[in-house]
C-alpha cells in the first residue's frame, strides 16, 4: 500500500510537458498566451484538457456554468469528493501558469496516482472553473461564484464584454455549456494549487506558501459624464473634462491606497474613452478602480472613502459620476485542518515553507463559501503575474504539486 512518505512525488517531467502543450493554444505575443474565456481558443484548451482526463480513466461533469468537473472514483459511494483545480483561461496578455498551474497539477496528481496503483476513499474532482479572470466578463471568479452561490446565472449570463457580446451566448457558441445544475455539487474539501503572483516566496528562498488567507477585494467601476467639444478651440474655462476629473481620481486613489500602507493596495487597470479621438474631449470616460487588503476594516473604509472623493472630484468639475461595484469579495480565512495538511506535507517532502496571504483572488475564495478549503503556492521569478513575461521554474511546479498530491491525499484517505 502506497504511504505518504517522502518518497511520493509527481513525475515532473509529465507535468512541465502538459504545460508547455496547453501554453501553445491560445499563444500571446511575446511567449505567454491570450486565452480568455469563451473564446475558440478556451474551447481548444477545454478539449485538450478533456482528453488528458479521458486517458487518465476519468469521467466528466459539466454544469450550466461551463465549469468542468473531472471525477476519479473513490472507494467508498458515500463518500463526498475531494476537488482539486483552478482554471485554465487566462489574461489578454496573460502567461503560462496563472490557474493552468493548479488544473495540470491536479490532473499530475491523479496521474501519479494511477502509476502507483493509489485507490483512495473518497473521489477526485479536478475542476476547470469558468472565467476566473474577469478580464473579458466582469467579474473574476464569475463561476464559482455562481456555484457557491455568490451571483445568480442569470446575472452571470448577462454579462457582456467590451464588444457587447453576452457571457450567456458565448458560452453556448463554444460548446460548453452543460447540462448539471450549478452548485449542486457538495465538496468533502477543496484544493487550489497557484503561483504567487507576488515577489514574496522567491524573495523569501521559499519553496512553498502555505496560504492561510485571501485579500479581500473592491471592483469599483467608474462612469464620469462630460462635454464632448472641440479639444482646440474650446476655451478652458467652457471644458467639462471627464478625462481630467478621471486623472484626479486616480491620483486620489493612490492617495488613499498608501495611507492605508501596510497590506493595502490601489489601481487603475482598465479605462475607456468616449469617443476616444484625439481632438473631442471625451464626453464620457468609464473606469475600473481595483482595491485590496486583507483587512475587512480598511476595505470598507477605502471603499467609501474613493467613492466620496471620487464624486467630490467630478462635482468639483461638473462632470457627472456614477459608480457601480462590479467585483467584490470580503477577506477570506482557509480551513485551518486543511491548512495543516498543506503545511505538513511541505515538511515531509522537505521543502521549505513560510505562510503568506493570497494577494490575487482566487476561485477557492467562493470555494471557501461552501466547503473547508485551502490553497498551496509557488514562488515565480519577480513576483511577476499577468504579463506575458510570467515564469516559474520546472522545480518549483513540481514542488508545489508534491505538496498536492500529498494534502489532497491526505484528505482522501489512502485504502490500497
Ligand atoms: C484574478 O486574477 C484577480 O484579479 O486576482
Ligand atoms: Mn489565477
Ligand atoms: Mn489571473
Known amino acids: 500500500m502506497a504511504a505518504l512518505t517522502g518518497n511520493l512525488t509527481v513525475n515532473g517531467d509529465r507535468l512541465w510537458d502538459s504545460l508547455m502543450e496547453m501554453a501553445k493554444i491560445g499563444p500571446g505575443i511575446a511567449g505567454g498566451c491570450n486565452r480568455q474565456t469563451l473564446t475558440d481558443e478556451d474551447a481548444e484548451g477545454r478539449a485538450l484538457f478533456k482528453s488528458w482526463c479521458d486517458a487518465a480513466g476519468m469521467t466528466m461533469g459539466v454544469d450550466t456554468m461551463g465549469n468542468m468537473f473531472m471525477t476519479r472514483e473513490g472507494t467508498d459511494p458515500d463518500a463526498l469528493p475531494i476537488y482539486v483545480g483552478s482554471h485554465l483561461d487566462t489574461q489578454p496578455t496573460g502567461g503560462k501558469y496563472d490557474g493552468v498551474l493548479g488544473v495540470l497539477g491536479a490532473l499530475e496528481a491523479v496521474r501519479t496516482m494511477n502509476d502507483l496503483g493509489i485507490k483512495t476513499k473518497h473521489p477526485i474532482v ?14 473574476a471568479m464569475l463561476a464559482s461564484g455562481v456555484f457557491a ?22 458560452l453556448a457558441r463554444i460548446g460548453w455549456k452543460g447540462d448539471e445544475e450549478v452548485g449542486a455539487r457538495k465538496m468533502h474539501a477543496y484544493y487550489e494549487l497557484h503561483i504567487e503572483q507576488g515577489p514574496i516566496l522567491e524573495a523569501e528562498g521559499k519553496d512553498i506558501g502555505v496560504v492561510t488567507h485571501c485579500q479581500g477585494l473592491w471592483w469599483l467601476e467608474f462612469t464620469l459624464t462630460g462635454k464632448e467639444a472641440h479639444t482646440g478651440s474650446t476655451p478652458m474655462p467652457l471644458r467639462v473634462n471627464a478625462g481630467l476629473a478621471m486623472s484626479r481620481i486616480l491620483e486620489m486613489v493612490q492617495e488613499v491606497a498608501m495611507k492605508n500602507q501596510p497590506n493595502a493596495v490601489g489601481g487603475v487597470g482598465q479605462m475607456r474613452f468616449s469617443p476616444n479621438s484625439r481632438n473631442v474631449l471625451p464626453g464620457k470616460v468609464v473606469f475600473t478602480v481595483d482595491i485590496r487588503t486583507p483587512d475587512q476594516a480598511k476595505l470598507d473604509a477605502m471603499r467609501a472613502e474613493i467613492e466620496t472623493r471620487g464624486a467630490e472630484i467630478a462635482a468639483e468639475l461638473g462632470v457627472g459620476c456614477s459608480v457601480e461595484a462590479v467585483g467584490h469579495f470580503d ?25 503568506i496571504i493570497s494577494g490575487a483572488g482566487h476561485d477557492a475564495c467562493w470555494a471557501a463559501r461552501v466547503a473547508p478549503a485551502t490553497m498551496v503556492m509557488c514562488p515565480c521569478v519577480d513576483g511577476l503575474s499577468h504579463n506575458e513575461a510570467e515564469e516559474i521554474s520546472p522545480e518549483w511546479a513540481k514542488a508545489g504539486t508534491d505538496v498536492l498530491l500529498h494534502a489532497v491525499l491526505e484528505s482522501a484517505v489512502i485504502v490500497e
Open 126 to 139: 479536478v475542476v476547470n472553473w469558468t472565467n476566473e479572470e474577469g478580464a473579458r466578463f466582469a467579474p
Open 149 to 170: 452561490g455568490m451571483h445568480t446565472q442569470d446575472y452571470a449570463y448577462a454579462r457582456t464584454d467590451l464588444d457587447g457580446k453576452s457571457f450567456g451566448d458565448e
Open 331 to 355: 477577506p477570506v480565512t482557509f480551513a485551518p485542518d486543511l491548512v495543516s495538511n498543506v503545511r505538513n506535507a511541505a515538511e515531509r517532502l522537505g521543502y521549505s515553507h513560510m505562510n
